[in-house]
Protein backbone atom coordinates (compact mmCIF):
# COMPACT_ATOMS: atom_id res chain seq x y z
CA UNK A 1 0.00 0.00 0.00
CA UNK A 2 1.26 3.38 -1.04
CA UNK A 3 1.38 6.54 1.27
CA UNK A 4 -1.29 8.15 -0.88
CA UNK A 5 -3.71 5.09 -0.36
CA UNK A 6 -2.64 5.06 3.53
CA UNK A 7 -3.52 8.37 3.95
CA UNK A 8 -7.46 7.92 1.73
CA UNK A 9 -7.95 4.59 3.68
CA UNK A 10 -7.12 5.97 7.48
CA UNK A 11 -9.25 9.04 6.58
CA UNK A 12 -12.48 6.66 5.52
CA UNK A 13 -11.63 4.58 8.83
CA UNK A 14 -11.71 8.02 10.75
CA UNK A 15 -14.63 9.43 9.04
CA UNK A 16 -16.55 5.91 9.89
CA UNK A 17 -15.74 6.31 13.32
CA UNK A 18 -16.32 9.72 14.34
CA UNK A 19 -18.42 11.23 11.32
CA UNK A 20 -16.08 12.96 8.45
CA UNK A 21 -16.79 16.55 9.60
CA UNK A 22 -15.00 15.60 12.85
CA UNK A 23 -11.81 14.68 10.84
CA UNK A 24 -9.07 17.07 10.58
CA UNK A 25 -5.74 16.92 8.91
CA UNK A 26 -4.36 16.25 12.26
CA UNK A 27 -6.08 12.98 12.82
CA UNK A 28 -5.24 11.90 9.80
CA UNK A 29 -1.67 12.76 9.88
CA UNK A 30 -1.21 11.48 13.48
CA UNK A 31 -3.47 8.12 12.17
CA UNK A 32 -0.92 7.45 8.77
CA UNK A 33 2.42 9.01 11.10
CA UNK A 34 3.15 11.45 9.16
CA UNK A 35 3.60 15.40 10.05
CA UNK A 36 1.03 17.69 9.10
CA UNK A 37 3.40 19.38 6.82
CA UNK A 38 4.35 15.78 5.10
CA UNK A 39 0.64 15.40 4.75
CA UNK A 40 0.22 18.68 2.15
CA UNK A 41 2.92 16.91 0.04
CA UNK A 42 0.65 14.01 -0.76
CA UNK A 43 -2.53 16.12 -0.92
CA UNK A 44 -3.76 19.88 -1.02
CA UNK A 45 -6.52 19.47 1.20
CA UNK A 46 -8.89 17.75 3.45
CA UNK A 47 -11.44 18.13 0.29
CA UNK A 48 -8.81 16.96 -1.82
CA UNK A 49 -8.23 13.82 0.22
CA UNK A 50 -12.11 13.48 0.44
CA UNK A 51 -12.30 13.29 -3.48
CA UNK A 52 -9.20 10.83 -3.80
CA UNK A 53 -11.58 8.52 -1.08
CA UNK A 54 -14.56 8.88 -3.12
CA UNK A 55 -12.60 7.77 -6.10
CA UNK A 56 -10.69 5.07 -4.79
CA UNK A 57 -14.11 3.55 -3.86
CA UNK A 58 -15.61 4.27 -6.51
CA UNK A 59 -12.98 2.12 -7.99
CA UNK A 60 -13.47 -0.78 -5.82
CA UNK A 61 -16.52 -0.82 -5.88
CA UNK A 62 -16.55 -1.04 -10.03
CA UNK A 63 -14.63 -4.44 -9.18
CA UNK A 64 -17.51 -5.97 -7.55
CA UNK A 65 -20.42 -7.84 -9.28
CA UNK A 66 -23.92 -8.23 -8.01
CA UNK A 67 -24.74 -11.12 -10.32
CA UNK A 68 -28.49 -12.14 -10.36
CA UNK A 69 -28.16 -16.23 -9.92
CA UNK A 70 -30.41 -17.10 -12.75
CA UNK A 71 -29.39 -20.62 -12.36
CA UNK A 72 -31.15 -20.50 -9.01
CA UNK A 73 -33.88 -23.42 -8.68
CA UNK A 74 -36.64 -21.11 -6.68
CA UNK A 75 -36.94 -17.58 -5.10
CA UNK A 76 -36.07 -17.96 -2.06
CA UNK A 77 -32.52 -19.34 -3.20
CA UNK A 78 -32.30 -16.43 -5.96
CA UNK A 79 -33.09 -13.49 -3.41
CA UNK A 80 -30.91 -15.10 -0.52
CA UNK A 81 -27.81 -15.08 -3.09
CA UNK A 82 -28.17 -11.28 -4.29
CA UNK A 83 -28.52 -10.45 -0.98
CA UNK A 84 -25.63 -12.44 0.47
CA UNK A 85 -23.44 -10.57 -2.77
CA UNK A 86 -24.29 -7.12 -1.30
CA UNK A 87 -23.49 -7.75 2.14
CA UNK A 88 -19.81 -9.54 1.03
CA UNK A 89 -19.25 -6.36 -0.91
CA UNK A 90 -20.52 -4.02 2.22
CA UNK A 91 -19.65 -5.90 5.22
CA UNK A 92 -15.65 -5.37 5.27
CA UNK A 93 -13.44 -2.15 4.86
CA UNK A 94 -13.13 -0.07 2.94
CA UNK A 95 -16.71 -0.61 1.62
CA UNK A 96 -18.11 -0.68 4.60
CA UNK A 97 -16.93 2.22 5.92
CA UNK A 98 -17.93 4.10 2.33
CA UNK A 99 -20.91 3.11 2.80
CA UNK A 100 -21.15 4.69 6.22
CA UNK A 101 -19.83 7.41 5.57
CA UNK A 102 -21.89 8.11 2.41
CA UNK A 103 -24.83 7.94 4.56
CA UNK A 104 -23.77 9.97 7.17
CA UNK A 105 -22.82 12.80 5.05
CA UNK A 106 -25.69 12.64 1.78
CA UNK A 107 -27.37 15.76 3.82
CA UNK A 108 -24.15 17.35 4.17
CA UNK A 109 -21.98 17.40 1.28
CA UNK A 110 -23.78 17.21 -2.07
CA UNK A 111 -20.77 14.60 -3.61
CA UNK A 112 -22.30 12.35 -0.83
CA UNK A 113 -25.93 12.76 -1.65
CA UNK A 114 -24.70 11.70 -5.11
CA UNK A 115 -23.01 8.63 -4.26
CA UNK A 116 -25.70 7.68 -1.65
CA UNK A 117 -27.93 8.50 -4.37
CA UNK A 118 -26.04 5.97 -6.87
CA UNK A 119 -25.65 3.02 -4.66
CA UNK A 120 -29.43 3.04 -3.79
CA UNK A 121 -30.22 2.96 -7.33
CA UNK A 122 -27.02 0.17 -8.00
CA UNK A 123 -28.88 -2.07 -5.19
CA UNK A 124 -32.63 -0.96 -6.39
CA UNK A 125 -31.93 -1.79 -10.00
CA UNK A 126 -30.03 -5.38 -8.91
CA UNK A 127 -32.99 -6.17 -6.74
CA UNK A 128 -35.67 -5.45 -9.71
CA UNK A 129 -33.80 -7.20 -11.99
CA UNK A 130 -34.24 -10.49 -9.83
CA UNK A 131 -37.99 -9.77 -9.21
CA UNK A 132 -38.70 -9.72 -12.57
CA UNK A 133 -36.92 -12.97 -13.50
CA UNK A 134 -39.25 -14.50 -10.54
CA UNK A 135 -41.63 -13.02 -11.91
CA UNK A 136 -40.73 -14.65 -15.45
CA UNK A 137 -40.23 -17.91 -14.51
CA UNK A 138 -43.86 -17.65 -12.53
CA UNK A 139 -42.31 -17.81 -9.09
CA UNK A 140 -44.07 -15.08 -7.87
CA UNK A 141 -46.68 -13.16 -8.61
CA UNK A 142 -45.86 -9.24 -8.52
CA UNK A 143 -48.28 -7.12 -10.48
CA UNK A 144 -45.72 -4.21 -9.94
CA UNK A 145 -42.37 -4.92 -10.16
CA UNK A 146 -40.76 -1.43 -9.48
CA UNK A 147 -43.03 -1.19 -6.41
CA UNK A 148 -42.17 -4.32 -5.12
CA UNK A 149 -38.43 -3.52 -6.12
CA UNK A 150 -37.84 -0.25 -4.08
CA UNK A 151 -39.73 -1.97 -1.02
CA UNK A 152 -37.51 -4.43 -0.74
CA UNK A 153 -34.40 -2.59 -1.93
CA UNK A 154 -35.19 -0.04 0.82
CA UNK A 155 -35.28 -3.55 3.20
CA UNK A 156 -31.87 -4.57 2.02
CA UNK A 157 -30.68 -1.44 2.57
CA UNK A 158 -31.71 -0.81 6.05
CA UNK A 159 -29.82 -4.53 6.54
CA UNK A 160 -26.58 -2.87 4.79
CA UNK A 161 -26.97 0.06 6.51
CA UNK A 162 -26.76 -1.63 9.88
CA UNK A 163 -24.01 -3.59 8.76
CA UNK A 164 -21.74 -1.07 7.88
CA UNK A 165 -22.72 0.93 11.03
CA UNK A 166 -20.20 -1.30 13.53
CA UNK A 167 -17.41 -3.74 13.60
CA UNK A 168 -19.75 -5.88 15.60
CA UNK A 169 -22.02 -6.26 13.27
CA UNK A 170 -20.21 -6.79 10.48
CA UNK A 171 -18.60 -9.88 12.75
CA UNK A 172 -21.83 -11.19 13.22
CA UNK A 173 -22.06 -12.40 9.41
CA UNK A 174 -22.42 -16.05 9.59
CA UNK A 175 -23.91 -16.37 12.74
CA UNK A 176 -27.32 -17.80 12.88
CA UNK A 177 -28.51 -14.94 13.68
CA UNK A 178 -27.69 -13.10 10.81
CA UNK A 179 -28.63 -16.19 8.50
CA UNK A 180 -31.99 -15.78 10.24
CA UNK A 181 -32.63 -12.35 10.15
CA UNK A 182 -31.60 -12.55 6.18
CA UNK A 183 -34.25 -15.77 5.47
CA UNK A 184 -37.05 -13.83 7.75
CA UNK A 185 -36.23 -10.55 5.12
CA UNK A 186 -36.70 -12.97 2.14
CA UNK A 187 -39.77 -14.94 3.20
CA UNK A 188 -41.53 -11.94 4.34
CA UNK A 189 -41.04 -10.51 0.46
CA UNK A 190 -42.05 -13.62 -0.55
CA UNK A 191 -44.87 -14.03 1.70
CA UNK A 192 -46.51 -11.01 0.24
CA UNK A 193 -46.18 -12.04 -3.87
CA UNK A 194 -46.45 -16.47 -3.71
Known amino acids: MNTNEDIILKTLELGHEKGLANVSILDIATATGLRKSSLYSH ?10 MMDHCHDLLAEKAFVVDFKAKDAQ ?41 ELESMVTARVKVALEYCVQRSWLNIPDTDAAGELFSCAVQDCLAKLAATPEAAAALGCEDTDWELNRLVDSLLMLFE
Do not use: G, M
Request: charged share 15%.
Open 43 to 52: FKSKDDIIQS
Open 77 to 117: SLLVSLIESFIETFAEPPLSHYYAVAQQQRLYHPSFSTIAH
